[in-house]
Nanobody, 125 residues
Framework: QVQLVESGGGLVQAGGSLRLSCAAS????????MGWFRQAPGKEREFVAA????????YNADSVKGRFTISRDNAKNTVYLQMNNLKPEHTAVYYC??????????????????WGQGTQVTVSA
């Protein structure tokens, strides 16, 4: 079992930055691949980034490459999403999740067995 709690969302102007955090509890966190997704109103949940359990491999969606960075600190049981040069189209609820499927399926929401409650990110023009 893994419990996830996101924080760090808020209102930011276009061009600004935010760092989201996802605090995890549960004995298996340090062996869990993790991911970030987002969902804008009226849209499907969209893959953003993923990281292996060791932090040695990261993978970003093409839409956020060069702009967002996923990282983790296993000593703190926390996963981060650093978001730079934000745009209004990045406005969404951002969720962290624990991958219970294979790493090769990291972009598929249904391969993640544990989800946080989400944190709202709003980017104003």
């Amino acid at each position: 079992q893994v419990q996830l709690v996101e924080s760090g969302g808020g209102l930011v102007q276009a061009g600004g930055s935010l760092r989201l955090s996802c605090a995890a509890s549960g004995r298996t966190f340090n062996r869990q691949h993790m991911g970030w997704f987002r969902q804008a109103p009226g849209k499907e949940r969209e893959f953003v980034a993923a990281i292996t359990w060791s932090g040695g491999i990261t993978y970003n969606a093409d839409s956020v490459k060069g702009r967002f960075t996923i990282s983790r600190d296993n000593a703190k049981n926390t996963v981060y999403l650093q978001m730079n040069n934000l745009k209004p189209e990045h406005t969404a609820v951002y969720y962290c999740a624990a991958l219970t499927g294979d790493w090769s399926k990291r972009k598929r929401p249904y391969e993640y067995g544990y989800w946080g409650q989400g944190t709202q990110v709003t980017v104003s023009a």
